[in-house]
């Protein structure tokens, strides 16, 4: 099977490998999995007080592509909002890689731990800073 | 018990003996296209659970694909041969299924209308957080050259893998009676037992081809 040349590239030199401080309070954490194949991605990522994205990491235990794909993920979602980074699908994955048919599962593994870790940092965030009961009423 | 269901013929049109199996004769060994519906069970005459005596499935499997080998057929019209052969395929895959544990478990769950592998793709509780950190240890391990933690973390995955894979023995023969929230349940640990064995294939495999993970 051929694959791309940016895949290769991203499974050669994996662009935020590492991990943040999953405990802290402006981290999300996201960890995804393949039954089929046994492939888990952890994906991170670091939010400032606008919900801008400044820092992301994964690590991916799994195919070349599947690394690739969420290597890519972690270039995409820096410097966007949480909103904006929602707005990543796993199409956009697929051409910008130009994954073969049969590792499209990998983007849709990258896409949800993309997902996962916004929505464990929104959760954080509303537990932190919950809205004054009755604010509404005032 | 292969006319437990009542779709099946009980008896040969041809000799009038007994069908031990919707497909073979036991009189003129004749055989017969597979009926609709027949489940692998059923082809291979043995009772649907998923606690199987694995030399009785061993010894139905023998006689049944003695009995359809093309082999025996190659005298026979093209029909019939194309038949043994279809059947022969058949008995292969019934055995191939019931044989393993993790398979037959499967097969059950799809039989009890599902979830399939594909509708749920999650784990139980935290599993994934796991299989993250003992993917994290086994390379950690791999890169210092620690055998005996590697072997540890072998004996505890295996533990890890027996105790769910008695959960699913332990549940697998009532999924005709159960909700599709246990039955999601059941789908999600077999999905654990998936991991698994994923992770036992990586803390056995050569370290010269584990060349699979991101890591430095």
Known sequence: MAYSDKIIDHYQNPRNVGSLDGNARNVGTGIVGAPECGDVMKLQIQVDEQDRIVDAKFKTFGCGSAIASSSLATEWVKGRTLDEALQIKNTDIVQELALPPVKIHCSVLAEDAVRAAIADVKQKKEQASPRPAGAAAR | MPAQNGVLPAKCTRCAAELLSPVVCSGCQSIYPMPSGVDHFQLLGL??????????????????ARSVHPDHFTGASGEVAALATRLSAAVNEAVAVLSDPLRRADYLLTLAGGPSAVEVREVPGSLLTEVMILREQIEEARSAGRNDELERLRATLSASRGAALETVAARADSLPQASLEERREFRKLLNSIRYYDNLLSEVSVDPMHAAKTTHD
């Open chain 2, 47 to 64: 009772e649907r659970t998923f606690r199987l005596d694995e030399a009785r499935v061993k010894a139905s499997f023998r006689a049944l």
